[in-house]
């Protein structure tokens, strides 16, 4: 147990200051005290209420919890990677995602989820057979029957229709 250069206790709804050895006999407290809940605040043990005690020695075991479950997850605060010559966020910036593609790609994407909903069925086919299953112009002509040189037409035609309708939202 630590030694503390000042002790308070609560007597008559005030703090009194009384010696460390005071309050131990030793490294037993004094039955006197013995009753009683202290605290330590910048150095000093200070008596405060049950419940205050309580409260504060239930937050220690919650952030001893918290903390030992962190080292048990792997998870690294930035604080422990950092020293003079290093931050510790800069160090787990992830470099390989471009935030700003990233967000012109969320944008554009929910402008063609728009955009889509203005074609006509027939022309929503051909996108969603060519781009979402994957099927190439000549297979896509070969199954209905038509020439290829028209899918392909007609397929640059709605893209064309695609791209005015977004440039307008």
Known sequence: MREFKHCFIIENGTYREISYTTLYLGTERNPEYADRYFLPLHGCLMEVP???YKKEYQNRRRSKYIQ????LNGEVSYHALENEDRNGEEILRDLYTDVENEAITHIMCARLRQALKKLTEAELELIDTLYYHGLTERQYARIHGVLHNAVHKRKMRIL????KIIEKI
């Open 160 to 163: 064309g229709k695609l791209k």
């Open 50 to 52: 049950f419940e205050d």
């Open 68 to 71: 030992e479950e962190a080292r």
